[in-house]
């Protein structure tokens, strides 16, 4: 059985992104083997393969699997070192990482962003330790194999990606054909992260705020992060700053889709935010909620637009005359349970680190953010450019989003 890629899915073919596990206690390394092996059987798309032919990019699941599973001691490499595409290259789509210490380690689910997206790879990386977990209980899982090809976000999609989002699909597609080479690690220069983990308290404090302002959790953060920005450009008065924001469809139409039919079914939302140097988290995350609001319900409709079509040329232009710091790109996982796990292992961190790929697309000198909430505890990856931000810039910026979500004023 196969497939082709569409047109959206081509455009991530060589990008591969990873949910990162910490945790603390002891692992039984040959019980997380075979957990991927049935998680394997549980979702065939784990062990496809893509095959380039004359007619397109050829998605198939062959009979037979080794699932790719690594294991590291953590005096040889941090996580982040062996999940980079440049220095340990994945055989295929998906691959199981471990990075082990005497009482504590990592343990990382990487894949292919063509065909697996966030919501997919949280779900299956909650099944991977659920099997796990049962393993190490003595319980043999039986899975039940899923569909063995997913569907193409494009069946999904219709009256939702309207026609600009479909000519930056294909330009992006054009441009990552012409300087794309997959037998190539990337050599350009890592972008600078930034992790920053909130405590209980001031994640559930963000939540009341959003409440009480009648916004959203995700709007209160971009504006943080948006402000802290706006405060490093030298302009006193008013400026116009962009976020652009992947928004995911899945519970948003009827019937849902669920988490692992599919991938990529989402769009790029951009808000154009007016603001002062001082200005304010409650207005700024009601201009970001609004402008989410009027986009979602306009394209769940399929009205005509109200607004002027997305201009994307911001976020791929290599070069921009604008400030760096007045054009961000924020993502927003969501939130996700604790993960069971045995007694003798707690996981007590989970971070999506999307800053692995091979030969990005289009680089881009602006900041990009990816926020999730694991177990009730938010966690913001920030990457910084390293050519237009410095670590001390970076550390900077980062000091002023968390105090502006940590002060807990609400007006």
Same mark, same amino acid.
């Given at each position: ?43 065939? %798309? ?52 471990? $990075? ?5 380690? +990592? ?5 292919? +962003? ?20 049962? =393993? ?42 012409? +300087? ?36 959203? $959790? ?7 992060? $948006?402000i802290a920005l706006r405060r490093r450009v030298p ?28 991938? =990529?079914?989402?769009? %790029? ?7 002062? +140097? ?8 009601? %201009? ?28 791929t232009e290599t070069r921009t005359i604008r400030p $760096? ?31 692995v790929s091979v030969n990005p697309d289009l680089p ?13 505890? %938010? ?22 989003? =968390? ?9």
């Open positions: 059985m196969f497939r082709y890629l569409d047109h959206v899915e081509r455009q991530w073919r060589h990008r591969y992104f990873a949910f990162s596990a910490e945790y603390v206690g002891l692992i039984d390394k040959e019980k997380l083997r075979r957990s991927f092996e049935y998680l394997c059987i549980q979702y065939p %798309m784990l062990t496809a393969e893509l095959e380039q032919d004359n007619i397109g990019i050829r998605l198939s699941v062959p009979p037979e699997f080794d699932a790719e599973f690594l294991s590291f001691s953590e005096r040889q490499f941090d996580i982040a070192a062996v999940l980079r595409y440049q220095q340990f290259r994945p055989r295929g789509l998906s691959r199981l990482l471990l $990075v082990e210490g005497p009482e504590s380690g +990592h343990v990382a689910l990487q894949v292919n +962003h063509a065909v697996f997206d966030g919501a997919a790879t949280s779900t299956m990386f909650r099944d991977l330790w659920q099997i796990y977990t049962d =393993l190490v209980g003595g319980v043999l899982p039986t899975p039940t194999p899923r569909t063995i090809l997913t569907h193409p976000p494009s069946m999904f999609m219709k009256g939702i990606w309207k026609e600009t989002d479909e000519e930056v699909a294909q330009t992006i597609l054009l441009r990552s054909e012409v +300087h794309d080479d997959p037998d190539t690690g990337y050599t350009g220069q890592l972008p600078i992260q930034r992790i920053s983990r909130l405590n209980r308290r001031d994640t559930a404090d963000i939540s009341i705020q959003a409440r009480t302002l009648q916004t959203s $959790v995700h709007a209160i953060v971009a504006g943080a992060i $948006v302009i006193t008065d008013s400026v116009t700053m962009t976020c652009y924001t992947q928004i995911d469809i899945r519970d948003k139409v009827r019937p849902k889709i669920g988490s692992t039919d599919t991938a =990529l079914v989402s769009f %790029m939302h951009r808000s154009e935010i007016d603001a002062a +140097h001082d200005a304010e988290l409650p207005a700024v995350a009601r %201009m970001i909620k609004r402008q989410v609001d009027i986009d979602v319900a306009d394209r769940l409709a399929s009205r005509r637009r109200r607004q002027a079509e997305i201009d994307y040329q911001l976020l $760096v710091e007045q054009i961000v790109r924020i993502g927003n996982a969501g939130k996700i349970p604790a993960f069971p796990t045995p007694n003798a292992l707690r996981v007590i961190d989970l971070v999506l680190r999307s800053e881009s000198p602006h900041p990009d953010f990816t926020v999730s909430t694991y177990d009730g505890q %938010m966690s913001i990856n920030a990457r910084f450019p390293s050519e237009n931000f410095d670590n001390d810039d970076a550390a900077a910026i980062e000091a002023d989003y =968390l105090n502006l979500l940590s002060a807990r004023v609400i007006r």
